[in-house]
Structures are given as C-alpha cells and as structure tokens.
C-alpha cells in the first residue's frame, strides 16, 4: 500500500505571499493531521479533518487553514506568508478502528519563507 | 493540557549495545495513547512502537520495547542490538483517546532525543 504523500516536497516563497501544501493520505485512510516542525518549537499540531469536517484545531492563527475533500486529500493554505512560517510541514493520516489510531507520515513539505 | 519531556536531548551508543531513552508526561487523563516516532536524517517521521494507556502489558516491537509505567507518567524505549540505521531523532508523543472536539487533540510531542550509534 502506498504510503502518504505530499506535494510539493520543497518550496520557496517571500513574505506577504500565500501557499497551498497538499497531501494525500494512504488508501482507506479517512483521518488527515497536519503538524509544523521548526528547530525552536518542535512539532507543533495544526488540525485535523475527518470526512472532510475540520475536527481539531491548534494553537495557530487564522493565516493557517485547511480543507479535506471527498477522495480524503487535504490541503493546508497559509496566507500572508511571514518569516517564522519557514517550517518542515508534516501531513499524517490514519485509520481510526476499534478506537486505536495511528498516525502515519508523509515526507513533509519544507517551505522558506524569504 | 497534556505535555511531553524528553529529558535527554543525545544519547550515544555503541553498536550492538543496549540503549533507553526517556520520556514522561503530564495528564489527567485515564486514556490516551503513547507512541515513539523515528525521525532519521531523511526527516520522514517512522512510527516505532505504540502503547494504550488501558493495557498494562509493555508493547514489543523486535528490537524495540517500552516500560510503561502509568502511575509514574512514564513511557520508557529500550533498543536492544542497536545498529546503525537505528540513528535518528526520537520523539515520545501522546495522543487522548477522547476527542474534545474544542481542544488540540492531535499528537503532543516531546522535543526529541538524538541518538547516535557508535560503530
């Protein structure tokens, strides 16, 4: 089964612009969690989507959004791209059973922001 | 809100050798799962091992395997044989098993332990 993926894998960007980060969860999988990691706050949990519904939010400003469609790919949106948005962002998806649910990543997109 | 320590940023170990890395929490909740997460040079995040707070027995995984001592809020991995492509970060991460709907329920992560294998 394929694995999580995410696209773009790297990308630039200048302050003040907006980006769109994908990710498209392993097969049957219907829960998708993004996180930010940054060498000073570490991993950092932005949201989850579920059946396309946003289910839990962080501790982030508006600038960061996201959405999930029907196939369960989701996109994460920030806008008004500022310098301390540079950051490695992790998308994980999992398959909630019987109450158990494991997150597995994808490889992580590594935005700049200059 | 839950919170996760590392307290060892870098261990060192020899190849071979047996090697524990720490991790505590803080929580009032009575269930929750706990999870080591591998994240090698690559910076893909590998799951390693997964415990549920309502079983007492310690979770294996080959070489891998925790102590989990619930009353003490600790969750403990132990490498045994460790090789070289065991180097990596290490993160410790909890997860409540009730979801608030209102609250950040994702993963809480610890800052990491890197470990390096010496050969």
């Known amino acids: 089964k394929a694995g999580v993926t995410q696209t773009p894998r790297y990308l630039i960007k200048t302050r003040g612009q907006q980006v769109t980060l994908s990710c498209s969860p392993i097969s049957g999988h219907r829960s998708v969690s993004w996180y930010q990691q940054t060498p000073g706050q570490g991993l950092q949990f932005l949201f989850e989507y579920f059946s396309e519904t946003q289910r839990n939010k962080g501790n982030f400003p508006g600038r960061f959004s996201g959405r999930q469609f029907s196939n369960s790919r989701s996109e994460m949106n920030v806008s008004t791209l500022e310098l301390g948005d540079s950051a490695l962002y992790l998308c994980?998806?999992?398959?909630?059973?019987?109450?158990?649910?494991?997150?597995?990543f994808g490889p992580g997109t590594r935005l700049t922001v200059l | 809100a839950q919170t996760v320590t590392q307290s060892q940023p870098e261990m060192s170990v020899q190849e071979a050798e047996t090697v524990t890395l720490s991790c505590t929490y803080d929580?009032?909740?009575?269930?929750?799962?706990l999870f080591w997460y591998k994240q090698p040079p690559s910076r893909q995040m590998i799951l390693v091992i997964r415990?549920?707070?309502?079983?007492?027995q310690n979770a294996t995984e080959n070489r891998f395997s925790v102590n989990f001592q619930k009353a003490a809020k600790s969750f403990s991995l132990k490498i045994s044989d460790s090789q070289l492509g065991d180097a990596a970060m290490y993160f410790c991460?909890?997860?409540?098993?009730?979801?608030?709907?209102?609250?950040?329920?994702?993963?809480?992560f610890g800052k990491g332990t890197h470990l390096i294998i010496q050969p």
């Open positions: 994980a998806s999992s398959l909630i059973t019987s109450g158990v649910d494991t997150q597995y």
């Open positions: 415990q549920e707070a309502y079983k007492q």
């Open positions: 929580t009032s909740e009575s269930d929750y799962y």
């Open positions: 991460a909890y997860r409540s098993a009730i979801y608030s709907g209102g609250g950040a329920d994702g993963l809480t």
